[in-house]
């Protein structure tokens, strides 16, 4: 084994841990925000984290049993990210499932770095709107709150449209 493929044990938290590996991004944005106007930056951040979701989505799809929308919506079911985020699930029929988030690592970690808000969303969540859609194109989600914008929690709607794949 050559010796940059031997694993090295590292103690961290995981609150470290999605800092570091968020680090680069961050530091970029911050460079960006002295080269550029905020309306165009938050544009460009939602054309990266749009392809970012549409990734996440057509990977999930690609590696699920099946594209329905409860296999969708079983990724976010509790234990799920239970050490990323505090949720609930809210609402859970054939056609709908809600999660009530109330913390968030991700949110979290963008304002500290004074990134929170819309440019912080557009970086990091946006990319939720594009993901159900990549998995299967009759999912959607809404959502009007979001702790990184500063809300007291995200609330993710997952809608199952019905429309033909």
């Given at each position: 084994m050559h010796k940059f493929d031997v694993e090295v044990e590292q103690r961290t938290t995981l609150r470290r841990q999605i800092a570091s590996e968020n680090r680069a991004l961050i530091e970029f944005i911050k460079t960006l925000q002295g080269e550029m106007d905020e309306k165009e930056l938050i544009r460009l951040l939602q054309v990266y984290s749009s392809e970012v979701g549409r990734r996440v989505g057509t990977r999930q799809a690609s590696n699920s049993p099946d594209m329905s929308f409860q296999t969708f919506v079983n990724t976010f079911r509790p234990p799920r990210y239970a050490n990323t985020l505090t949720h609930e699930v809210v609402e859970d029929t054939a056609t709908?499932?809600?999660?009530?988030?109330?913390?968030?690592?991700?949110?979290?970690?963008?304002?500290d770095a004074g990134l929170g808000g819309e440019i912080g969303h557009a970086a990091v969540c946006h990319m939720d709107y594009s993901w159900p859609p990549a998995f299967n194109p009759s999912i959607k989600m809404e959502r009007s709150k979001t702790l990184m914008q500063g809300h007291e929690c995200c609330n993710h709607r997952y809608i199952w449209t019905g429309e033909a794949l």
């Open positions: 709908v499932f809600e999660l009530r988030v109330t913390e968030c690592v991700w949110a979290a970690t963008y304002r």
